[in-house]
Each structure stands twice: as structure tokens, then as C-alpha cells.
């Protein structure tokens, strides 16, 4: 295999860059690009051991640095391994990397290092999706589910459930093959809860998509509410900044103001809308059709209604519309002789909060109860979630048909046809793995990394 080499750094001024190479010729192109300071030869050098020195391109000396070197299989892509840290400005790193490519490497593509390191079997498929996870992670919880992920969680679930297949396709084969030599009777109940069981964990590992897209993207939350109940003075206090035009003319926020927070160990999509109400203003009426479609798509609706003002159509609009789903009522400006009636609200919303949104300490108040509310901040996916679309329809795919499996047994099908959804639902859990993957899913699953891992 060529031997590659590429930037590890993202572009621009820094303090230092890496270039890495890697491939069999890693360690006589960095020899080619790189004179130790203390003379000795960098082919002579063992794995995890650096040196500083000059770095060279033919007779011109380009900058000076380190030099790491990597000996197979000890490396990221289990091949010998370069890398030079070299000053961290962009042409400089340029010029390396272009010496390097004079030396007898070729430009990495995107996630090649990481695809190397794949089918060198340093990693499983999954675990270099989480790699790319790790990499995109804004937030710790994120970050910590990926590294999971990354050292082998889903991984090690996923080759369970296929070790359990697999040990009923194997006594189903022998049951077709030898009936006669079998000791024990064949135990069909016994059989169908084992299959139960693995639908059960595949649906459970199914479940683990959306709250993964969760952590990883934000959770999208609507702010809804009449014209002038307080729903941008919200925003701009979640946020902490004035990214929402607050004034006390009713129809301020026309177009849906987006930002995203960290709020109770969550990050939040939060969209300040457009205040509910009739309107024979075009632009205020596209406004609250946009945010009626946010409030279709939110999963956590902050509906603030002005606790200085007796509930009025719009409020009650508002209250059939979101009933039934998961609502954080805020009653705002508290700080307001309250109107009649307001108390309603309580009985109407299981969550309920009072507050005035002029006030810093809302915030606190209002994390505790979205944190209690999503029950997010106790999400365990230590043991492996799915985390893209890929690995969902594998599972997916899985689980349908070791459901069907179950119900042929049940049913009283042959072990025949058994045994082959058995075999269909291991395949896709195999495809799942990366155990059995082709070419063309590996080349899409690389696309989504940056040039250089
Ligand atoms: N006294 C008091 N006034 C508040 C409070 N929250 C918001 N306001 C005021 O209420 C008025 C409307 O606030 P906005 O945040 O613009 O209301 P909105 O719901 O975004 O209104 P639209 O964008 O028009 O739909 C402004 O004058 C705010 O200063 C509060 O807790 N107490
Ligand atoms: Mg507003």
C-alpha cells in the first residue's frame, strides 16, 4: 500500500502542525525530510521515540521541529508512522507537507489514517464512526458516550447479540442435519425466548438512536407563546447574550431566532418564534406559520404565558395546541401584580414554573426542571448506542428479522426457514460491525472524515 501522507492539524495559524505519513515507507521518507540534530540516523530510530532536528526539503532547510516515529503494528493505523511537528503557520505546514510528497508520499484521502487503521484491524467499523463522533463532540456528555463508543461499546453489544445467534443457528443446522444423533428433544420454547430476548436488546439498542441524535445535536426546543409574553426576554436570558429583539410592541419576532445552549448538562436548539395570534400582517403571518412547524418538530416546548394579563384567546389557542406533549409552562413576569386565573395553569401542566425572565436567577430554575423533565442528564449509553443512519438500518433490519424468526417458531414453521431469518439477522448485525461490510459502505462512512485522521 502507498504510502500516505497528510496534515493532522486543521488548517490555519497555531502553534504548532503535525504531518503524518504513514505506510511502509513512512520512516524513509521522514529520513528523506528530517537531519536529527544529534546526527543520529532517523531509520535507526524505535517506536515512541522522538528526536529534534532540522526539516528539509532536497538542499533548502524549511523549519526545524520533532520527529515521532511509529513502528508497525504500535500505531494508529498499525503501519510505521511518521509525524513532524513543525511550526504552526499555515504556509509552513504547506511546505512540509509538499517536501514530504517530493519524498515519495501520496496526499491522504479523508479518513484514511482511520480507514488503515481498520483494515489493519485496529478498530471495528463502529468504533471508527465513533472517532468521527469524537472528533464533532460540542459537549461532554456527547464526548463521553463517543469515547465509549470509540474503546468498543457498541461493538461489544452488538457481537453478544451475534454470539447468541449464532449459537441457535448452529443448533438449528444440527438439528437439520442430524436429528437422530441429537441427545436432548428440541426446545422449542427455550429456542423462542432466546430469539425474544434478542429482539428485546436489539429494540433497546433501536431506542438509543434518538437519545444519541440528542446529545449529539441538541435537543430542539420551541419557545412559544402570545405577542409580548416574554418569549425573547427568555431567549436572551438562556443564551446570555441580545440575540433576540426585545420590545414592548406586541409582534416584535417575526422570523424564528435560533441558538444553541448548554443548559442542566444539556445542549438545547432552542428557537425563539413568533408571538400565536390571528394577524393580517403577511410577514407576522409567515412568522407564526414557521413557528408553527417548530412547535411540530420540538421535543421540549417552553410555552410562556404572562402572568400580569388574564389568559386570553391566543393563551388558550396555545393550550389546546401543545396539550399532551412535553410542555415546560413558564409563567413570566412575576415580578407583576398576577392577573385572575392564572393558577390554571398549574393544573393543567405537570411542569410549572414561576418566574420573571428579567431575573439571572431563572436560569438555574429553569435547568433543574428541564434536566428533571428530559431525564437526559441520566441517560447511561455506556454500553453502546446507535449513532447514525447506518447503524440503525442494520439493527433495524436485524431486529425484523430475528422478530420474524421468533414468530415462525412460535408458529410452528420448519427450522428451515427458521434458521435462515436467524442467518439474515446475523448478517445485518455483521454488516453493522464492519464484520462483514462492503467496500462501497466503507468508502461512504470515510467520506465524513476530515483529511488528515
Ligand atoms: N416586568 C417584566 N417585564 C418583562 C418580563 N419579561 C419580559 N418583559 C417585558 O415584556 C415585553 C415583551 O417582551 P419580549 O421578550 O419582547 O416578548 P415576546 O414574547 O418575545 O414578544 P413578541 O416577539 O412580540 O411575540 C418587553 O417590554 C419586556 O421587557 C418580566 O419578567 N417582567
Ligand atoms: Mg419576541
Known amino acids: 500500500m502507498e504510502t500516505i501522507a497528510a496534515t493532522a492539524t486543521p488548517p490555519g495559524t497555531g502553534g504548532i502542525a503535525v504531518i503524518r505519513i504513514s505506510g511502509d515507507n513512512a520512516v524513509t521518507i521522514a529520513e528523506r525530510v528530517f537531519v536529527p540534530a544529534g546526527g543520529k540516523p532517523v531509520g535507526s530510530m524505535r517506536g515512541y521515540t522522538a528526536c529534534y532536528g532540522e526539516i528539509r526539503d532536497g538542499d533548502t532547510r524549511l523549519d526545524d521541529g520533532v520527529l515521532l516515529i511509529f513502528r508497525a503494528p504500535h500505531s ?52 471508527a464512526e465513533a472517532v468521527a463522533d469524537v ?12 469515547r465509549a463508543q470509540r474503546e ?109 445552549v448548554m443548559l442542566g448538562g444539556l445542549m438545547l436548539r432552542l428557537a425563539d418564534c413568533a408571538g400565536i395570534r390571528d394577524t393580517d400582517d403577511p410577514v407576522e403571518g409567515i412568522g407564526v406559520e414557521r413557528m408553527l412547524k417548530k412547535l411540530d418538530e420540538a421535543a421540549l416546548i417552553f410555552a410562556v404565558f404572562d402572568s400580569s394579563r388574564a389568559l386570553s384567546d391566543e393563551d388558550e389557542r396555545l393550550i389546546d395546541k401543545i396539550s399532551g406533549r412535553n410542555v415546560l409552562c413558564i409563567i413570566n413576569k412575576t415580578d407583576l401584580p398576577e392577573a385572575p386565573g392564572i393558577g390554571r395553569l398549574e393544573t393543567l401542566f405537570p411542569h410549572t414554573l414561576r418566574i420573571s425572565a428579567k431575573d439571572p436567577a431563572a436560569v438555574g430554575t429553569i435547568a433543574g426542571a428541564v434536566s428533571e423533565m428530559t431525564g437526559l442528564g441520566k441517560l447511561d449509553l455506556s454500553s453502546g448506542f446507535i449513532a447514525n443512519e447506518r447503524q440503525r438500518r442494520c439493527a433495524a433490519e436485524a431486529r425484523d428479522f430475528a422478530s420474524q424468526a421468533y414468530t415462525a417458531l412460535e408458529t410452528g414453521m420448519t427450522l428451515d426457514a427458521v434458521g435462515v431469518m436467524c442467518e439474515n439477522a446475523l448478517d445485518r448485525l455483521y454488516e453493522l460491525s464492519g464484520e462483514k461490510t462492503s467496500d462501497n459502505v466503507i468508502e461512504q462512512v470515510f467520506s465524513r472524515f476530515c483529511v488528515g485522521k
Open 76 to 127: 494508529y493505523t498499525g503501519e510505521d508512522t511518521a509525524e513532524i511537528s513543525c511550526h504552526g503557520g499555515v504556509y509552513a505546514a504547506k511546505r512540509v507537507l509538499s517536501a514530504c510528497f517530493a519524498a515519495g508520499a501520496v496526499p491522504a484521502q479523508a479518513g484514511e489514517f482511520t480507514k488503515r487503521a481498520l483494515l489493519n484491524g485496529k478498530l471495528s467499523l463502529t468504533q
Open 152 to 260: 468498543g461499546a457498541l461493538y461489544r453489544s452488538i457481537s453478544g447479540i451475534a454470539e447468541e445467534l449464532l449459537s441457535l443457528i448452529t443448533l438449528i443446522q444440527a438439528w437439520i442435519d442430524y436429528p437422530d444423533e441429537m441427545e436432548d428433544e428440541f426446545d422449542g420454547a427455550l429456542e423462542a425466548d432466546k430469539l425474544k430476548d434478542i429482539v428485546r436488546r436489539l429494540d433497546a439498542l433501536l431506542g438509543s438512536y434518538t437519545e444519541g441524535q440528542i446529545l449529539r445535536d441538541g435537543l430542539p426546543c420551541a419557545i412559544v407563546g402570545k405577542p409580548n409574553a416574554g418569549k425573547s426576554t427568555l431567549m436572551n436570558l438562556l443564551t446570555g447574550t441580545e440575540r433576540s429583539i426585545v420590545t414592548d410592541i406586541e409582534g416584535t419576532t417575526r422570523d424564528i431566532v435560533e441558538e444553541t
Open 135 to 146: 472528533i464533532a463532540a460540542q459537549n461532554e456528555q456527547f464526548l463521553a458516550c463517543s
